[in-house]
């Protein structure tokens, strides 16, 4: 039986409906969230990505203001301008979109922003709330992979999960939500001996690699949860081919575009998976959503003691 495809979607859609309602009461109620996304130069993909933010901002009725400096911005630049966002009452979550110029400190600019207002949950502060289970702001791709899982009715208490790949902004903080939601968690990455095997443990899979289709079938258990984080546009015909050869509807695509976007997880995968997130169209549009959520939940931690129904955060 093929796999259950797990539409991340609907879910995000579901999220977005909840934060919309939670944003039009703290506004009503004088709060109302703001988000400040800060875009330097001029990068097309970082372009997109922040259109996007701030368009779903829109819908949801949460203030938003982006800041554009010029790619020659200095580090100091940048320090002050976090520090001019981290001042105002009024933005909840700043986002420093990256990645950001060579000659910038990233590292330093991310360490200057407030972790009451960071969003995208990479300080380290937040960081390690989440390691200590206590409440902060939780990197939104990682907590949009939890909410495929929960609102899928996926069981994750118990089950074996492996996660394959362990940066800072993906694969480690996945591994850190699974183990706090009590699954027995394996972190692999590319000096893990035997991958397929370690990977067959799994009851739940989960692939941050940024390999296009390199979870074939027998990276699998039968019946086993797939979530596929992964994002590569796949150019190469040849690849193309090794991934989707008879698939009109992406050939389609391919033919048209002369790319496609893939995951890090073969479709073979969907004929052994219990349940798969499909890419595009799975992890993906949680990360906006989350973002959107971060933000109200970021409003509330920080400003909700001002009104009595929004006191607590959850
Ligand atoms: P990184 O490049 O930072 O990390 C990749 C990880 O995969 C590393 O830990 C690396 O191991 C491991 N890895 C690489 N090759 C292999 C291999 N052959 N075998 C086993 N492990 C391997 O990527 P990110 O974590 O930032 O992103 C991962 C993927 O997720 C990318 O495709 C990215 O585009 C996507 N992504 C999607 C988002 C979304 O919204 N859907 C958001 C963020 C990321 P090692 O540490 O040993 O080098």
Do not use: W
């Amino acid at each position: 039986m093929p796999a259950r495809i797990l539409d991340g979607v609907k879910i995000a859609s579901e999220i977005r409906g909840e934060v919309g309602a939670q944003v039009k009461a703290m506004t009503a109620a004088g709060i109302r969230p703001g988000l400040a996304v800060v875009l330097v130069g001029h990068n097309p993909a970082s372009e997109i990505y922040v259109r996007g933010k701030v368009k779903s901002c829109e819908e949801l009725g949460i203030y938003s203001e982006q800041h554009t400096p010029p790619d020659t911005v200095s580090t100091e630049e940048l320090l002050a301008l976090v520090n001019e966002l981290n001042e105002r009452d009024e933005i909840d979550g700043i986002l420093v979109q990256l990645p950001l110029p060579p000659q910038v400190d990233s590292k330093k600019v991310l360490l200057a922003v407030d972790p009451a207002k960071d969003v995208d949950g990479f300080h380290p502060m937040n960081v390690g709330l989440l390691s200590t289970q206590r409440d902060g702001l939780v990197a939104c791709t990682p907590a949009g992979v939890i909410e495929i899982l929960k609102r899928s009715q996926i069981a994750i208490a118990g089950q074996e999960a492996v996660v394959v790949g362990r940066s800072d902004i993906v694969g480690k903080p996945v591994a850190m939500l699974l183990i706090n939601a009590n699954a027995t968690v394996t972190v692999c990455h590319s000096k893990t001996r035997d991958l397929p095997a370690v990977c067959r443990r799994a009851d739940i899979l989960v692939a941050a690699i940024g390999r296009a289709g390199m979870i074939t079938r027998d990276f699998v258990k039968p019946g086993a949860t797939v979530i596929d984080v992964g994002t590569n546009r796949v150019t190469d015909p040849a690849e193309f081919q090794r991934l989707y050869a008879g698939n009109a509807k992406r050939e389609e695509t391919f033919r048209t575009k002369g790319s496609t976007l893939v995951g890090d997880v073969h479709p073979e995968v969907a004929e052994v998976a219990g349940a798969l997130t499909p890419v595009p169209g799975g992890v993906g549009p949680l990360t906006i959503a989350m973002l959107m959520s971060n933000t109200v939940r970021a409003a509330k931690l920080r400003r909700g003691s001002r009104i009595p129904e929004f006191s607590r955060a959850r």
